[in-house]
């Protein structure tokens, strides 16, 4: 069965310190690993799809990045309105997404 | 807005009785999923459509939980005789495959309250 581990499970970081989220995952046949922002109340707001080890992708301050077992989404100079949960998944043979438990994000100014 | 949306975004409602939600994907999106989310942990399938036909559900979908998507285009979710057990955040997703690829656009969600 698909499995995904985030860690931390919270971070608290003041404005302008860079970190790094962890996203482990065990799958048979990955077909593409997801990182999703989570606002409270809301839902999901996806961010990238990484489909193999070594492929990185950048948006703003983000930067997500693939192993063959784990991922990283580096938050570089982080704003309070980086302030999120961080939603990490892997989407395999079928067609459903296996989610982490998150990554609660708190950026103080 | 063209994103996915569901409706109601609230619904409190007392143990035992039946609730529906609604999910409008985005227009062209031929995969429709849902998932459930607890306070804390990440989303959790439950059902997958694609057009109208369910091709995939859950062990956690209970029999008193049904969804259909009448002619492919939006979806409902039926709970019976709700419990306590079933409060949670009810996410609907819509995607469109090209090749090996398919991202996941999800909605708002609607937050059940079961007393």
């Known amino acids: 069965e698909d499995q995904v581990t985030q860690s931390p499970e919270a971070l608290r970081l003041q404005e302008g310190e860079s970190s790094s989220l962890n996203c482990s995952y065990t799958v048979s046949g990955l077909r593409g690993l997801f990182w999703y922002r989570q606002d409270p109340g809301k839902g999901p707001e996806f961010l990238f799809t990484l489909y193999s080890a070594g492929e990185e992708k950048e948006k703003e301050r983000l930067k997500a990045t693939l192993t063959k077992k784990e991922s990283f989404l580096h938050i570089t100079a982080p704003k309070p309105e980086d302030s999120a949960t961080y939603l990490c998944a892997v989407q395999a043979a079928g067609n459903k997404l296996t989610f982490g438990g998150g990554t609660r994000v708190l950026v103080k100014p | 807005d063209t994103g996915v949306s569901q409706d109601p975004r609230h619904k409190i409602t007392k143990r035992g009785q039946n609730v529906t939600f609604r999910c409008d994907p985005i227009s062209e999106h031929n995969r429709l999923y849902w998932y459930r989310q607890t306070l804390g942990q990440g989303p959790e399938f439950l059902t997958y459509?694609?057009?109208?036909?369910?091709?995939?559900k859950s062990r956690l979908l209970s029999d008193r939980f049904s969804a259909e998507r009448p002619k492919g285009s939006f979806s409902t979710l039926e709970i019976q005789r709700t419990e306590q057990g079933d409060s949670a955040m009810y996410l609907c997703a819509s995607s469109h495959r090209k090749g090996q690829q398919e991202t996941q656009y999800f909605g708002p969600g609607t937050r059940l309250l079961v007393l």
């Open positions: 459509f694609q057009n109208e036909a369910q091709l995939e």
